[in-house]
């Protein structure tokens, strides 16, 4: 079992930055892919990011790339999003996920991760 915690969301103009951080707890940090997702109202959850478990290969949508990084910090148990030049259509409820049912290494699909957060409010006003 793995548990989840996310923390860093808030409100932001548009074109500032906002880290979103995700606490695992529960099976070795070491041993499971990590990522992130995102879900606007009326939309569904789709992928942002993902880092492998050794954080040599990161994983990013199209929408994000060039204006978001992920990474994790093994001595934290910590997995991060950090997001720059913030657009209206970034803001979402962003959720952090852990592990793959497959035992694969990444899945931009939310239905093939094991575990989640509650999810994290990113407000961006123009």
């Known amino acids: 079992q793995v548990q989840l915690v996310e923390s860093g969301g808030g409100l932001v103009q548009a074109g500032g930055s906002l880290r979103l951080s995700c606490a695992a707890s529960g099976r070795t940090f070491s041993t499971y892919p990590m990522g992130w997702f995102r879900q606007a109202p009326g939309k569904e959850r789709e992928f942002v990011a993902a880092?492998?478990?050794?954080?040599?290969?990161?994983y990013y949508a199209d929408s994000v790339k060039g204006r978001s990084s992920i990474s994790r910090d093994y001595a934290k148990d910590t997995v991060y999003l950090q997001m720059n030049s913030l657009k209206p259509e970034d803001a979402a409820v962003y959720y952090c996920a852990a592990d793959l049912k497959s035992g694969g290494v990444y899945s931009s699909v939310y239905g093939d991760w094991e575990y989640w957060g509650q999810g994290a409010q990113v407000t961006v006003s123009s």
């Open positions: 880092i492998s478990r050794s954080d040599t290969l990161t």
